[in-house]
């Protein structure tokens, strides 16, 4: 393990290009925050890094603004090779990293794509086509992609695994082990996760060679700005609670985690019934729901958005 120097305070003082300045100051960034810090210039020196982080912290930035830095010195990917992989657990992060690359590399003249499942597969091919400096995929696309023969890692330089944690809990190992079994040795490897359980290091050590620690958040902490608190109540009587809780409060905007999907289901139903706009989240629902329902969500026509993380 090696330790990271003092961090520097200032986006300038990080050894990024103009052109990745230029995108992140038209974002309102004023400057980096601690995991950037840290993580952008352990990236562009070209090690392999550990990072504990929720999202939230701006790890996405962490690691793709270097990223972006290194790939727009080499040679542009060639026909269906890509060059920097971002493996992710779920469609909706995967989308996410992938705006996130467009926006801090808008004035780079990089190829971006995302892919995930749920959705056709010849537009993706398509793009692969071309060739893809930055892949951002989800592992079961992806190995649908690898096993048309529309993606190949032959010259791939960088790997990153985001939210690794949720994809050990979603039952993704065997997924990821087969993408590693695929790409090359030398390679420069990123792991993201918000905690570092056994389980992960388990993982790390295959994978990651004498990494740059990172950490920004004690273990399995919440932010500060939340506010906790519990509600001893009936089973039976949850609904009615939630429901009232949300009325006399007025809150706009509320995320409800239910263990099940039927549970989703019947509580988003439920506030309905009481004239709460509501929407169930999870991972029975097409994909064109879920986009819709968090497209809702964040648009404020829906109030109430009840999620499961199956
Ligand atoms: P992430 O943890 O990567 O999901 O990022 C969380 C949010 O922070 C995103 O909405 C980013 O646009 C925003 N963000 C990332 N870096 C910075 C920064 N240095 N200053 C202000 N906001 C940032």
Same mark, same amino acid.
């Not at 388990?202 to 509600?231: F, H, Y």
């Given at each position: 393990?090696t330790s990271?120097? !003092?961090?520097?305070?200032?986006?300038?003082?990080?050894?990024?290009?103009?052109? !990745?300045?230029?995108? %992140?100051?038209?974002?309102?960034?004023?400057?980096?925050?601690p995991i950037?810090? /840290?993580a952008?210039?352990?990236?562009?020196?070209?090690?392999? %890094?550990?990072?504990?982080?929720?999202?939230?912290t701006?790890?996405?930035?962490?690691?793709? $603004?270097p @990223?972006?830095?290194?790939?727009?010195?080499?040679?542009?990917?060639?026909s269906?090779?890509?060059?920097?992989?971002v !493996?992710?657990?779920?469609?909706?992060?995967?989308?996410?990293v992938g705006?996130?690359?467009?926006?801090?590399?808008k004035?780079?003249?990089l190829?971006?794509?995302?892919?995930?499942?749920?959705?056709?597969?010849?537009?993706?091919?398509? /793009? +692969?086509? /071309?060739? %893809?400096? @930055?892949?951002?995929?989800?592992?079961?696309?992806? $190995?649908?992609?690898?096993?048309?023969?529309? %993606?190949?890692?032959?010259?791939?330089?960088?790997?990153?695994?985001?939210?690794?944690?949720?994809?050990?809990?979603?039952?993704?190992?065997?997924?990821? &082990? #087969?993408?590693?079994? $695929?790409?090359?040795?030398?390679?420069?490897?990123?792991?993201?996760s918000?905690?570092?359980?056994?389980?992960?290091?388990? +993982?790390?050590?295959?994978?990651?060679?004498?990494?740059?620690?990172i950490?920004?958040?004690?273990?399995?902490?919440?932010?500060n700005?939340?506010?906790?608190w519990?509600?001893?109540?009936? &089973?039976? #009587? &949850?609904?009615?609670?939630?429901t /009232?809780? !949300? @009325?006399?409060?007025?809150?706009?905007?509320v995320?409800?985690?239910?263990?099940?999907?039927h549970?989703?289901n019947?509580?988003a &139903?439920?506030?309905?019934?009481?004239?709460?706009?509501?929407?169930? @989240?999870h991972?029975?629902?097409?994909?064109?729901?879920?986009?819709?329902?968090?497209?809702?969500?964040?648009?404020?026509?829906?109030?109430? +958005?009840?999620?499961?993380?199956?």
């Amino acid at each position: 393990m090696t330790s990271t120097s !003092i961090a520097p305070v200032t986006f300038d003082d990080l050894g990024l290009s103009p052109q !990745i300045l230029k995108a %992140v100051l038209e974002q309102g960034y004023t400057k980096p925050s601690p995991i950037q810090a /840290k993580a952008i210039p352990a990236v562009l020196t070209g090690s392999d %890094v550990m990072g504990a982080a929720q999202t939230g912290t701006g790890k996405t930035a962490g690691f793709t $603004l270097p @990223i972006l830095h290194r790939l727009s010195a080499g040679r542009r990917a060639s026909s269906n090779q890509v060059r920097a992989l971002v !493996i992710t657990p779920t469609r909706e992060l995967a989308a996410q990293v992938g705006q996130s690359i467009e926006t801090y590399g808008k004035h780079l003249s990089l190829r971006s794509s995302v892919v995930f499942g749920g959705v056709g597969i010849n537009p993706q091919m398509m /793009k +692969l086509r /071309k060739g %893809v400096d @930055i892949l951002v995929a989800t592992p079961g696309r992806l $190995l649908d992609l690898y096993n048309q023969n529309a %993606v190949r890692f032959k010259y791939l330089e960088v790997l990153v695994l985001d939210e690794a944690d949720r994809m050990l809990d979603m039952g993704f190992l065997p997924d990821i &082990k #087969r993408v590693l079994s $695929l790409l090359p040795k030398k390679r420069q490897t990123l792991l993201f996760s918000a905690t570092f359980s056994d389980d992960i290091r388990r +993982l790390a050590k295959g994978l990651i060679n004498d990494p740059v620690e990172i950490s920004v958040t004690p273990r399995n902490s919440t932010v500060n700005s939340v506010e906790q608190w519990v509600s001893p109540v009936d &089973k039976k #009587r &949850k609904p009615a609670l939630l429901t /009232k809780l !949300i @009325i006399d409060n007025n809150w706009a905007q509320v995320l409800v985690f239910t263990r099940t999907k039927h549970g989703a289901n019947k509580l988003a &139903k439920h506030l309905q019934e009481n004239r709460i706009k509501s929407a169930a @989240i999870h991972g029975n629902k097409s994909q064109a729901a879920r986009t819709k329902a968090l497209a809702e969500f964040k648009q404020g026509v829906t109030q109430v +958005l009840v999620a499961t993380d199956r």
